[in-house]
């Protein structure tokens, strides 16, 4: 089992910028790739970006590409995501979530049940 502790979440202007951080802990040797979704109130939870653990590589929304950056610390255990140019409608609850194997890494990586573990979220909110 994996835990997730997201942090960074907050309240930020339009065209402002925010990095959320996530801490993994536990058996995470089964981290084979880390995301990070995002949720409002009444829609479906969406897939904002994931990162394989080894090798690095990345994958995006096309909502958010060119704006928000994930990366990781291995040796920390922790993935972030840079957010920049803040959009009123990026306001959401933020989840971090790992995958327990490479083959749910893989294709549809914005499917929230490709993941296994997940954190509790973090509130961000982007407002004049």
């Known amino acids: 089992q994996v835990q997730l502790v997201e942090s960074g979440g907050g309240s930020v202007q339009p065209g402002g910028s925010l990095r959320l951080s996530c801490v993994a802990s536990?058996?995470?040797?089964?981290?084979?790739?880390m995301g990070w979704f995002r949720q409002v109130p009444g829609k479906e939870r969406e897939g904002v970006a994931t990162i394989y653990t080894l090798g690095g590589g990345a994958y995006y929304a096309g909502s958010v590409e060119g704006r928000f950056t994930i990366s990781q610390d291995n040796a920390k255990n922790i993935v972030y995501l840079r957010m920049s140019k803040l959009k009123p409608e990026d306001t959401a609850m933020y989840y971090c979530a790992s995958a327990n194997d490479l083959a749910s890494c893989s294709g549809s990586w914005y499917l929230p049940n490709k993941y296994h573990n997940w954190g509790q979220g973090t509130q961000v909110t982007v407002s004049s």
């Open positions: 536990g058996d995470i040797r089964r981290r084979y790739c």
